[in-house]
């Protein structure tokens, strides 16, 4: 969950049956399109993807970025001996090193929101549509994960679980999941009374199609706008655990674990944690920017412009 | 002298996205205000009513850009400088809007909103300030005035609530007051308590009243003379006996017709044919001319200028003829 | 409004019990064994059964949790495998320097971040606002160790200015060592007078609260502007035009007020958030408070150091969450109808 969602109030998008051309999906590129910070974010999150398919194609030196050492060219500065960003204290290239990184940087977030996203939208709109004792129990559950500041939750899952990007994941998914599920029924519970919903109840369908056909795609807009504002804070939050090295580790070209082996030399050798967190940042960034856009288009209501 | 004077007011809008495009939905607007007079301003929706209104206190959106002139006893408003016209609000000229819970401040007791009003304008204590406001209070009919100035806008009904507008328009001693639709969101009786008061007040304190509506029962009830806008122009002034009793322009005769009375049980409610043209700027000619009865080629090709009628009417029309609406 | 407090604290207390529920289930769940991790690999089965009769491990799961409900109340939180310690001296000796950077921290943040979202929203579409907001959105994104390492490289490495890590100065126990009354810094070299020390705390602190309040700035500003551009569309204030007040009582004092409950909300989340937060700015800096202490305790699998933190987080999580309800009904009297 982020505070950049606090600022959304979740808006009841009814969808018309006569979707009138062009489609909404063009509407949306083209107000994307319109924005220039908008158009930024998309542009970076391209790129990011491009380097987690093709990392090891495109990095200039992909075994270094795996971990393979050279010792001998070792804490070069960016620039020199044809290293764009350097080198590290294993001689390593920087660049290729952040470039494998993106993988693993990139992957681990998205099933992380995904995954919780799964797990939760589906529990929290059969709560909020059916109300009761089962939304009570369901929301007691989640209140008790959400009481936690979920980056900390996170961490004692990870540390727990042990060191690996794998735990790292579920334990970010973990505490990700109550927000959806909280969100999915406040969602539910507001259109549960809606006359679409009595209309077709009143056609005999059943409460799961109710739910995925009718309350899911008025209930999406927001839980898309939260996720892809939440994939750049999982980012930010898995490149966190990585700092304390509670997720991937050595040789992993893991961007929080790189900033973390860096410290020690930030005074003279900058470059080793200043570019691998300058990835993170600007990977944040990205899909924060997306996040906004998507959110500006999706939610007329939440006015940020 | 004449208290309020608005003289071929014009406000244009750059229309969005493209510039170098406008829209114009208020062209060439008059009209006068007497000392202790009720004008009517009196239109349909879109017709740059409300906009009038606001052009006089200078609280357009600052994308609006209006030309002509505005003055009150003499003093230019339109253009004058933003310390000028905040000295005007709410002391010279006073506003009661439309919605009377939406125009008070929601988390604040009423008392607080008094208080800034008077201290602003007539400086004093906040217990002189409290005391005027219960003495205002009271002349609107708002008796227990220890709970509704300790009362927050929420808790109070409409009614009361556009009497506490009222007496905070009064608030300053205002020479003039503009009440914009200050009577749509009530009940019809509700109403018709405030509009008895309002008229109460006027000749207690003598000052002039805007009157803004789309009711045309509520003008006659409640004007001296009205003022007929139709699609940013004004096309009728006159005495509102009058104009009402017998209409000079097509457009108030179609108004006049159109209100439904106890003898038409059963007919069909008669309506204007067509729409207010969507670029009133592209029309040449009369820009009533495709609704109206009685157009003639005259009437499409050239803009009517306004003509001044017996007992100090004027309508802006070619073929200007008062006589009985129908 | 009291009933209203009583209904909120009542609601903040069974969550926070719940959470003792999920800290013990998550101690529990733990694969590696607590009496391993204090007797050594090399434990005998019958001193690995003694540890856990001790710690009450051979009982089963509810009175374990009784157990250990019991001794948070009392104050028991059990031993740090670290440092041997008891882990509520640990945790409660280290709170203060903690607590002083999130005050520091939020200080700034809201200072700045109100004016600048003001700003941002007065002067909407034009330059300062297009400023504000890539300001904001970058201040949000911005890894806060990252940002800590990266004002160490440039403002104490490059300009010299601060200081680059720790509370204070070692050398300055010799020189003008603070008295320790209320345990924050600031405000004891300022009761004693101690005016090398006062400015010694306030050079240490300003790296890491700034880097700290990055995030909090972005997120009120954004807030802040995103709600003044909604109450100054509002008619109230477009009333409070037309009744002739002066521009800086209606955007400052009217509108403003209008405006922050949202941001008081916010607000109080962006300082829940700072709780991590200030984990890894306190690495970074290493500033000898609670943050540090949990992340050396994550590491080495402390669990009881770690368990401690936790209840602690979360019951500083849920107090803040109350606090901002509290609050906004304090601001806005439509919200005590809730």
């Known amino acids: 969950m982020t505070l950049l969602s606090a600022t959304t109030a979740p808006v009841d998008a009814v969808r018309t049956a006569d979707t009138p051309a062009p489609t909404r999906l063009r509407r949306i590129v083209t107000a994307v399109l319109r924005d220039r910070l908008a158009l930024v974010g998309v542009v970076l999150v391209g790129a990011l993807l491009v380097l987690a398919v093709f990392g090891p194609w495109l990095a200039p030196f992909p075994d270094q970025g795996r971990g393979v050492a050279d010792v001998a060219h070792r804490n070069l500065a960016p620039g020199t001996g044809g290293h764009l960003l350097g080198t590290d204290p294993l001689g390593r290239d920087v660049l290729s090193r952040i470039i494998i990184g993106a993988r693993p940087a990139l992957l681990t977030p998205l099933l992380t929101v995904a995954l919780a996203v799964a797990v939760g939208v589906p529990l929290g709109l059969l709560a909020g549509y059916r109300g009761g004792r089962l939304d009570e129990a369901v929301m007691r559950i989640a209140d008790m994960f959400l009481a936690f500041p979920p980056l900390l939750l996170a961490m004692v899952i990870a540390a727990m679980l042990g060191p690996s990007l794998t735990h790292a994941g579920i334990a970010l998914a973990i505490a990700w999941w109550p927000w959806y599920t909280r969100l999915a029924r406040g969602l539910a519970a507001g259109l549960r009374d809606r006359p679409f919903v009595d209309g077709a109840r009143a056609l005999g369908l059943s409460d799961t199609t109710v739910l995925a056909r009718h309350l899911l795609p008025n209930a999406a807009a927001p839980i898309v706008v939260q996720a892809s504002i939440d994939i750049g804070t999982v980012i930010l939050a898995s490149g966190s655990l990585a700092f304390l090295g509670l997720a991937a580790q050595a040789p992993t070209p893991d961007w929080g674990l790189m900033v973390s082996d860096g410290r020690s030399y930030v005074l003279s050798q900058w470059w080793l944690s200043a570019l691998p967190g300058a990835a993170i940042f600007l990977a944040v960034l990205a899909f924060n920017l997306l996040g906004d856009a998507l959110r500006d288009i999706l939610d007329p209501r939440a006015v940020t412009r | ?326 | 409004m009291r009933r209203f407090l009583f209904r909120r604290a009542a609601a903040a207390a069974a969550v926070l019990l719940g959470t003792t529920v999920v800290t013990f289930v998550l101690a529990r769940v733990v694969p590696s064994d607590p009496a391993l991790a204090y007797l050594g690999p090399k434990a005998r089965p019958e001193q690995i059964a003694e540890i856990h009769h001790q710690l009450g491990l051979d009982r089963s799961l509810p009175v374990q949790y009784v157990n250990y409900l019991g001794g948070l109340v009392r104050g028991d939180w059990g031993i740090s495998i670290g440092t041997k310690q008891p882990v509520t001296s640990e945790i409660f000796g280290r709170l203060p320097a903690t607590l002083e950077l999130l005050a520091a921290a939020m200080t700034v943040a809201l200072v700045l971040g109100i004016a600048l979202g003001v700003i941002a929203a007065v002067r909407r579409q034009r330059l300062a606002d297009h400023v504000i907001r890539m300001l904001a959105i970058g201040g949000v994104s911005m890894p806060a160790f990252w940002l800590g390492l990266l004002l160490q490289v440039t403002v104490f490495g490059q300009l010299g200015l601060f200081a680059l890590t720790g509370r204070n100065d070692p050398d300055l126990e010799f020189t003008d060592p603070i008295q320790e009354i209320t345990g924050f810094h600031l405000v004891d070299a300022l009761l004693t007078g101690n005016a090398a020390g006062f400015t010694d705390t306030l050079t240490h602190l300003v790296l890491p609260a700034l880097t700290l309040a990055a995030y909090p700035i972005g997120v009120i500003a954004r807030m802040t502007r995103a709600s003044m551009i909604e109450v100054l569309a509002a008619d109230h204030i477009r009333a409070a035009r037309a009744y002739g007040l002066r521009e800086r009582m209606t955007v400052g004092r009217i509108a403003l007020r209008g405006a922050l409950p949202p941001v008081v909300t916010v607000a109080g989340l962006t300082l829940a958030y700072s709780l991590t937060g200030a984990f890894f700015v306190e690495v970074v800096f290493n500033w000898p408070g609670l943050g540090q202490f949990a992340a050396t305790a994550l590491l080495n699998a402390d669990y009881p150091a770690i368990m401690g933190v936790t209840v602690l987080g979360a019951a500083a999580y849920i107090l803040v969450n109350l606090a901002v309800d509290i609050v906004q009904a304090r601001l806005d009297p439509r919200v005590r109808l809730a």
Do not use: W
Request: some cysteine; charged content about 20%; aromatic content about 4%.
């Open chain 2, 1 to 326: 002298m004449t208290l309020l004077t608005v003289e071929d007011l014009t406000i244009e809008f750059p229309r969005a996205g493209r510039s170098g495009d406008t829209t114009r939905p208020v062209r060439g607007v008059t009209l006068t205000v007497e000392p202790g007079q009720t004008l009517g301003v009196v239109g349909e929706t879109g017709s740059g009513k409300t906009l009038t209104g606001l052009a006089v206190l200078g609280l357009l959106p600052p994308a609006a850009r209006p030309r002509g002139s505005i003055r009150l006893d003499g003093l230019e408003l339109l253009g004058a400088p933003p310390s000028r016209l905040r000295a005007v609000r709410g002391s010279a000229i006073a506003m009661v809007f439309q919605n009377p819970a939406t125009a008070f401040d929601p988390v604040r007791p009423l008392r607080t909103q008094f208080e800034r009003v008077i201290r602003r304008h007539r400086g004093g204590s906040r217990a002189q300030a409290g005391a005027r406001a219960a003495k205002l209070l009271a002349e609107v009919e708002l008796h227990d005035t220890d709970r509704v100035l300790g009362s927050y806008p929420h808790q109070l009904s409409g009614g009361m609530l556009q009497r506490a507008m009222i007496a905070l328009a009064l608030s300053c001693e205002p020479r003039l007051i503009i009440a914009d639709e200050s009577t749509s969101a009530l009940d019809v009786t509700v109403a018709q308590q405030v509009r008895r008061l309002l008229l109460r007040l006027q000749h207690a304190h003598g000052f002039g009243v805007l009157f803004i509506t789309h009711n045309l029962g509520e003008a006659r009830d409640l004007c001296d003379r009205v003022a007929v806008l139709y699609a940013g122009e004004v096309v009728e002034t006159g005495p509102v006996e009058e104009v009402f009793t017998a209409p000079a322009h097509p457009y108030t005769k179609a108004l006049l017709a159109a209100v439904p009375t106890v003898d038409d049980d059963g007919a069909p409610l008669a309506s204007l044919p067509g729409e207010v043209p969507a670029d009133v700027l592209a029309v040449t000619g009369c820009v009533f001319a495709n609704r109206c009865p009685q157009t003639a080629d005259l009437c499409r090709s050239t803009p009517p200028e306004a003509r001044t009628l017996p007992g100090d009417r004027r309508a802006l029309c070619h073929f200007a003829d008062p006589e009985v609406a129908a």
